[in-house]
Nanobody, 124 residues
Framework: QVQVVESGGGSVQTGGSLRLSCTSS????????MGWFRQAPGKESEGVSC????????SYADPVKGRFTISRDGVRNMVYLQMNFLKPEDTAFYYC?????????????????WGRGTQVTVSS
């Protein structure tokens, strides 16, 4: 499996912000749709966001629309998730994920590969 590394998680209070980052030393993200999904303890994984190559389009799950912004930097081979106005229900492990080559974002539940995740905790 391709090694994808996330960073930027942490603990914040309700209303706070965090920026998650994702990179890989093994794979250039340029040609892939990239995204994030999350999983809270005892719950199924939930797709969060996706961005197509060249940042031509983005998609978001309803619970994060208007609060989260996904972006990518081809020069640095990075994908970001800016999370604002965080809520306790955003608490989860967040995973950076890769769509199969040539696939657009489509649904936010199917991914080819992902990293080990980074913990986000939002306290009330």
């Amino acid at each position: 499996q391709v090694q994808v590394v996330e960073s930027g998680g942490g603990s914040v209070q309700t209303g706070g912000s965090l920026r998650l980052s994702c990179t890989s030393s093994e794979l250039s993200f340029d040609a892939y749709s990239m995204g994030w999904f999350r999983q809270a303890p005892g719950k199924e994984s939930e797709g969060v966001s996706c961005i197509t190559p060249g940042s031509l389009s983005t998609s978001y799950a309803d619970p994060v629309k208007g609060r989260f912004t996904i972006s990518r930097d081809g020069v640095r081979n990075m994908v970001y998730l800016q999370m604002n106005f965080l809520k306790p229900e955003d608490t989860a492990f967040y995973y950076c994920a890769i769509k199969p080559f040539g696939q657009a974002c489509g649904n936010l539940h199917e991914w080819q590969a992902w990293g080990r995740g980074t913990q986000v905790t939002v306290s009330s």
